[in-house]
């Protein structure tokens, strides 16, 4: 089954300690993305990767890190959680830029 | 600055009624626009719109694509309550990789 996987689904931490997300998808795509979900915001990208050690800034980079050092994963990473980093946040793919992306089920992160 | 502004926010119908939701964009050259539905977790495609496919239909979901006014719409026939959820607008732009996408028209369909 084509799907696109995050981990954690939930996570409550604390300011500055670090964490990842995984994301992992099995359809071979080359364009994977990282999104925050926020009430009356909607889905704004994080970063994007356009095949493998290629990654670059989407409109709201910053206190986030990603690498793509294979093509079926793209983690995220916050180095530094801050509370103003609490937000849903999906992961996608597609097989090139422009065309429909398959969205993870979200994490949903929650930092104290 | 790229933008994509859907209208409206939110919208209550009754089963059986058609609605309309906006997506307007302004986009520096304009490549592919892409509804999605969302109901509890990960946002769903339903349809893609670039410069050669301005109309789409399936069941009773169609939009077009107004390429000229730089807008989009979707509608839907014979609502169900199953159609409700968010439904979210991005538009690509031929340069740059990035998807922009709209705040979402929140759908609620009464029995």
């Known amino acids: 089954e084509a799907q696109v996987t995050q981990n954690p689904r939930y996570l409550i931490t604390v300011t500055g300690k670090k964490l990842t997300v995984t994301c992992s998808q099995n359809m071979n795509h080359e364009y994977m993305s990282w999104y925050r979900q926020d009430p009356g915001l909607g889905l704004r990208q994080i970063y994007y990767?356009?095949?493998?050690?290629?990654?670059d800034k989407g409109d709201v980079p910053e206190g986030y890190k990603v690498s793509r050092k294979e093509k079926r994963n793209f983690p995220l990473i916050l180095e530094s959680p801050s509370p103003n980093q609490t937000s849903l946040y999906f992961c996608a793919s597609s097989w090139d830029r422009g065309q429909p992306q398959h969205f993870g089920d979200g994490t949903r992160l929650s930092i104290l | 600055e790229d933008k994509v502004v859907q209208s409206p926010l939110s919208l209550v119908v009754h089963e059986g009624d058609t609605v309309t939701l906006n997506c307007s964009y302004e986009?520096?050259?304009?490549?592919?626009l892409l509804w999605y539905k969302q109901e509890k977790k990960a946002p769903t495609f339903l349809f893609m719109l670039?410069?050669?496919?301005i109309e789409k239909k399936s069941g009773r979901l169609s939009s077009i694509l107004d390429k000229k006014e730089l807008f989009s719409i979707l509608n839907i026939t014979a609502t169900q309550t199953g159609d409700s959820a968010v439904y979210l607008c991005a538009v690509v732009p031929n340069t740059g990789n990035q998807f922009y996408f709209g705040t979402g028209t929140s759908l609620t369909v009464i029995p």
């Open positions: 986009v520096t050259n304009f490549r592919s």
């Open positions: 990767s356009m095949n493998v050690e290629v990654t």
């Open positions: 670039t410069s050669s496919g």
